[in-house]
C-alpha cells in the first residue's frame, strides 16, 4: 500500500499562534509583559499566624500567592474579551524568611506560551535580598464553563 505524500505547509498546523480557551485565534497578550505587587508583611501572612510554634516569618504559600496576583495583573488587561487565567502550577524556591514589618515586592514577566498555558518568571524581593524566585504557569480559560466543569465535580 502506498502513502500519500504530505502536501506543501501541511505541518503549518504547528507553527500557528496560540489560540484562546475557547479556540479563536485573536491577538493574545504578548511575551514580555510585566507587572508588581508590594505587599508588608502582616501576621496574618505568617506562617506563625497557621501555628503558634513555628517563626513569626512570611509563609511561602503568602509569597507565591503575591507572585501569582502579580502574574495575573501582567496579563490581564491584554486577554481576549471573555477569557481569565488560572493558577495550574507552580516551581519556586523560598530562599530567605522575612518578618512582620517587611516590605516585600513580588515581580512577574510572561516568558512564554506552552499552548494554552502561560509561563512567567517570577521573582520576590525584600529591599537588596531575593526572597524567593520561580515560575508561574497559568492557563487560559472561559471562566463560566470553568466554573461548571469544577461544580460538576461535586455531588450534592
Keep these: 500500500m502506498r502513502r500519500k505524500k504530505a502536501k506543501p505547509g501541511a505541518n503549518r498546523a504547528s507553527k500557528r499562534k496560540p489560540t484562546n480557551a475557547a479556540g479563536l485565534r485573536e491577538p493574545l497578550p504578548r511575551v ?3 507587572a508588581t505587587v508590594e505587599r508588608i508583611v502582616e ?3 505568617t506562617i506563625q499566624a497557621l501555628d503558634s510554634n513555628l517563626p513569626a516569618v512570611l509563609s511561602t504559600p503568602a509569597m507565591i500567592g503575591l507572585m501569582e496576583h502579580a502574574s495575573v495583573l501582567a496579563v490581564r488587561p491584554h486577554l481576549p474579551s471573555g477569557v481569565i487565567t488560572v493558577g495550574t502550577r507552580i516551581e519556586v524556591d523560598h530562599l530567605k524568611a ?3 514589618g517587611a516590605t516585600v515586592q513580588a515581580h512577574a514577566r510572561f516568558a512564554k506560551y506552552k499552548g494554552r498555558f ?3 518568571d517570577v521573582e520576590a524581593r525584600s529591599g537588596d535580598h531575593v526572597i524567593g524566585r520561580g515560575r508561574v504557569f497559568r492557563a487560559m480559560v472561559d471562566p463560566q464553563a470553568h ?3 469544577a461544580k460538576a ?3 450534592y
Design 153 to 155: 465535580r461535586v455531588p
Design 118 to 120: 502561560l509561563v512567567f
Design 98 to 100: 522575612v518578618p512582620p
Design 43 to 45: 501576621h496574618q501572612y
Design 32 to 34: 514580555g509583559l510585566e
Design 147 to 149: 466554573s461548571a466543569k
